[in-house]
């Protein structure tokens, strides 16, 4: 058993994505959700959900800067639009952690196309 499996969350976290890999997802919708955090009180954040997942991730500001450089900055327009999402670490309180960052796939097309079955079997392998 993996012990992160035995404390759940509701949002993605690097943890869930292997490293080395990215997922290609489609943008499903954006919400403000009262987001609890070890270091204080719950906050409004901005979650983005995507297309057949079922965790959000909770939008940091160089994430969200990401998505909005490329897409503009009204996320309704985001919608079904495609990003890549990634493990990697950076830096915090001056330590390395893990993080999770975004990025627009190359020539991102303005719909996602049809996803081919080994498509499916990659993200389904990787469930979040």
Known sequence: ????????SRYLKAADIPT?????????????EGVESDH????DKPVVYFEDK?????????NASVIS??????????????LEIYATQTEFRGQMVPCLRLRIPAA????LPAATP???????????
């Open 54 to 62: 079922q965790k959000g991730l909770v939008l940091n500001r160089t």
């Open 108 to 111: 991102a097309p303005a719909v």
């Open 69 to 82: 450089e490329s897409y503009g900055d009204e996320t309704d327009v985001w919608i079904g639009k495609p």
């Open 20 to 32: 080395g890999r990215s997922i290609a997802v489609g943008i499903r919708k954006v919400v403000m």
């Open 118 to 128: 080994q498509d499916v079997a990659d993200a389904d392998a990787i469930p979040f």
């Open 1 to 8: 058993m993996k012990i992160t499996s035995a404390f759940p």
């Open 40 to 43: 204080g009180p719950a906050e």
